[in-house]
């Protein structure tokens, strides 16, 4: 429950407008919204359980717009509107069911299958790509890691996108404890975070510090991270995969 509050009904604000997030919402189900919501009309005739069901799945599809609008944020947005679309795919598919019946004699079930094989190869596919693409490829990285992990044994800090990618990819090479993330870890005394990572960056308490690019994958962590190597001068780059860097402290080497 604490993570569905924190990571989707609690989000904390920021500053996307509201129109952008609707706007956004749109292009990612536009299809599946479009037909859910035409199952509100095309549904009079039936049931009352009938229409009572339909309009609720209907609907699921704008809860998580209007949430997220509500605290003008698009973060993991593509990702959360998948959950209302879930439901309102059965509306939508609803109406094409009965758009199917039209001419049970002349092909109509087929004919009604092409705007969907239309959205899903013109718009579902490139949408898909481009999303999948935001991430950068952490492949060069997790090819590196045994032989960094083999010279470097101890502790390792990264960066909260790598913290389980790395994790789970170092084969076994490093129990969970030994990695840390820059947006979680915390020393005694200081709150988790910039303040601890930058107490233990200041001490050379991790053998490895492993960073996304610069100005790209990076969260504004990473490179604060980054600013405090530097500050605290004795590190050197012992790695560097298509951007993805591993630092260690002299003291480590």
């Known amino acids: 429950w604490a993570g569905i509050m924190v990571t989707t009904l ?5 500053a996307s407008s509201p129109l952008s997030v609707l706007k956004l919402s749109y292009l990612w189900t536009a299809l599946i919204a479009v037909l859910a919501l035409a199952s509100l009309f095309i549904a009079r005739r039936e049931r009352p359980a009938s229409r009572w069901l339909l309009a609720a799945l209907a609907l699921a599809v704008l809860l998580v717009p209007a949430e997220q609008a509500r605290v ?5 947005l593509h990702k959360h509107v998948v959950f209302g679309a879930w439901f309102a795919a059965m509306a939508a598919g609803y109406v094409l069911a009965r758009l199917s019946l039209v001419d049970k004699t002349r092909g109509w079930a087929a004919v009604v299958s092409i705007p969907v094989l239309a959205a899903l190869l013109l718009d579902g596919l490139p949408q898909a790509t481009s999303l999948f693409r935001v991430w950068p490829n952490a492949t060069p990285i997790v090819t590196a890691l045994p032989g960094l992990l083999a010279r470097h044994p101890g502790r390792y800090l990264t960066s909260s996108d790598l913290y389980q990618v790395l994790g789970y990819y170092d084969g076994g090479r490093a129990s969970w404890p030994q990695w840390q993330s820059d947006l979680h870890f915390q020393v005694p005394g200081a709150p988790a975070g910039l303040a601890s990572d ?5 001490s050379g308490y ?13 969260t504004a962590v990473d490179q604060a991270v980054r600013a405090d190597m530097r500050r605290a001068g004795g590190y050197r780059l012992v790695a560097d995969a298509d951007g993805f860097e591993a630092w260690t402290p002299a003291a480590a080497s």
Not at 198 to 202: G, H, K, L, S, V
Request: charged fraction near 15%; proline fraction near 11%; hydrophobic fraction near 45%.
């Open 10 to 14: 609690a989000r904390p604000p920021a």
């Open 72 to 76: 003008d944020t698009t973060v993991s």
């Open 198 to 202: 930058r107490a233990a960056i200041t």
């Open 206 to 218: 991790f053998s490895l510090v492993i960073i996304g690019p610069e100005g790209g994958a990076g």
